[in-house]
């Protein structure tokens, strides 16, 4: 059964540092991945999709990168903001997302 | 586009009593969806995909008859908690992917249950 892990569990740092977040998987047969942000108490906002033919997705101050080979992805954040404090949350799809494994999440605090 | 929404956001029910959550798709043709069980601070776990005019799949560990799953048409699905108890509380997010082009499943804004 694939099991997704990210590191860390809980970060915080002070406001305008670069920051990764990690995800792993157990299994590297991953065919898309996706990074999602979660508010507290709210549902899931889709960030970046990287789908099977992509290493890599970016928009605006994020950067996500998927190393199918290790099953691995980060999340880059660039001049982190306070209003970036959420938990975030990768997850991998089998072929044609007919499955989603989430992990554990990080969660982030960004101080002012 | 690709808006999925449910209903309600949230409820709070008495133990024993039965809860039905929706979830639409709002501007496409979902053939398939799936819905998710969120504890406090715990990630997202699968608990069943629904395919629209067939019976639901569930995952390991998922009772059917507690958790009722219906998809009856290609833009509605409904995820009904049986004689729900104190341990059924819970958040439960559905996604959807679309019948044709874009495979992404697209997430809801999520219902808090609360079995008192």
């Known amino acids: 059964k694939q099991e997704v892990t990210q590191i860390p569990a809980a970060l915080s740092v002070p406001e305008g540092e670069n920051l990764v977040l990690n995800c792993s998987f157990t299994?590297?047969?991953?065919?898309?991945l996706q990074w999602f942000r979660q508010d507290p108490g709210k549902g899931l906002t889709s960030l970046l999709l990287i789908q099977s033919s992509q290493r890599e997705q970016t928009s605006g101050r994020l950067n996500a990168s998927l190393d199918k080979s290790s099953g691995r992805s980060t999340l880059y954040i660039a001049a982190s903001q306070p209003g970036d404090s959420a938990t975030y949350l990768c997850?991998?799809?089998?072929?044609?997302?007919?499955?989603?494994?989430f992990g554990s999440g990080t969660k982030l605090n960004v101080k002012p | 586009g690709a808006v999925v929404s449910q209903h309600p956001s949230w409820v709070i029910c008495k133990s024993g009593t039965s809860v039905k959550i929706e979830c639409r798709s709002l501007?496409?043709?979902?053939?398939?969806m799936f819905w998710y069980r969120q504890f406090p601070k715990q990630s997202l776990m699968l608990m069943a995909t629904?395919?629209?005019?067939?019976?639901?799949?569930?995952e390991q560990g998922v009772e059917k008859d507690k958790f009722l799953i219906n998809h009856a048409s290609l833009t509605l699905s409904t995820l009904t908690v049986t004689s729900a108890h104190p341990e059924d509380s819970s958040f439960y997010i559905c996604?959807?992917?679309?019948?044709?082009?874009?495979?992404?499943?697209?997430f809801g804004p999520g219902t808090r249950l609360t079995v008192l």
């Open positions: 629904s395919n629209e005019g067939s019976k639901a799949t569930y």
């Open positions: 299994d590297s047969a991953i065919y898309n």
């Open positions: 501007d496409f043709q979902a053939t398939t």
């Open positions: 997850a991998g799809g089998e072929y044609n997302f007919n499955k989603f494994y």
């Open positions: 996604s959807a992917r679309a019948a044709s082009g874009i495979a992404e499943q697209f």
